[in-house]
């Protein structure tokens, strides 16, 4: 585990209480160098524990931390000055301006190479404005900007595009695209499936205080897509016959009303499915589709049955049964 394999940031075994509760159970993270990893999870499930420990800002229970290759030290000035972050929302002194904040913040230690200050994202004609009268974007913006002070080569960013308006977020992207495109490590944390799927190269999902997966956002998206369709506990049997020449079918259950079939098919044939179990009298009582990456982040944020080992699932469940009008496909997985 150093830079010899490629990884900004990895953790093993990080484990964090607070108290009795257990925020964090053994986290593994590998982040590889030069990309945004999109670190996603419910709320609760871990997020801001896990960057409070990487910023040192908390001390693990147990496990390690590695950053840019090195055993990370609570200590290390010069390691935390390698490491850009923006953990807790950030403070400034509202009657200064863009500029004299970032001032401020350079003359309390980073070593801030020439002409930094001026150059820093989306400031450029706000830059001589008070803080004072700043959107919540443009200090989030302030924020990242203080982050890259020492030009740091990893950074580290717990939900920055919460309290954002749609402009920026997009700005927000742009800016954190272009880091990643200059060879920086973006460490970024947001409970938005949708968020992270337009913003990040790899993917980490925490749920309950553990890494439950962890890929390139490419792999994720490119499994095949799964159709799922809810029928009566009486006619499972035989919607399963119908539906395996299509398909991989398993039964993934549901904690309560009718039992769930998951069939491995792209979404676009969500109506086919549901058309070929009407043709023979059985009306589903539920139809969704979506990609992989969806119905696990649906599966993760849908219920709070995580004990059970088949897990649960979100359903849209179809007015009048069996019109095969509305797979519930799309929706948010705010
Ligand atoms: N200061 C704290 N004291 C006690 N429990 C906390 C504290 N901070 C977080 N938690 C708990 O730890 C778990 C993880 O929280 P957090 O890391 O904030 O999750 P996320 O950022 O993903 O929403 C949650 O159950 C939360 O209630
Ligand atoms: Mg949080």
Redesign the pocket.
Known sequence: MTTADGLSLATRGLRKS??K?L?LDGLDLSVPSGVVYGFL?P????????MRLLTGLLHPDAGTIELLGKPFRRGDRKRLFQVGALVESPSFYPYLDGRQNLRALASAGASVPAGRVEELVGLRDRARDKVAGYSLGMKQRLGIAGALLSDPKLLLLDEPANGLDPAGIVAMRETLRNLAASGKTVFVSSHLLAEVQVLADVVGIIAAGKLVREGTLDAMLNDQGVVRVRVAPAQLDAARALLEPMAAVERTGSLDGDPWLTVHLEPARAAEVNQRLASQGIFASGLESGTDLEMLFLELTGGENKGSSEGTFRAIDIAGQGQGQGAGQGRGAA
């Open positions: 607070y108290g509760r925020a999870g709320n609760g499930a871990g997020k801001t524990t896990t």
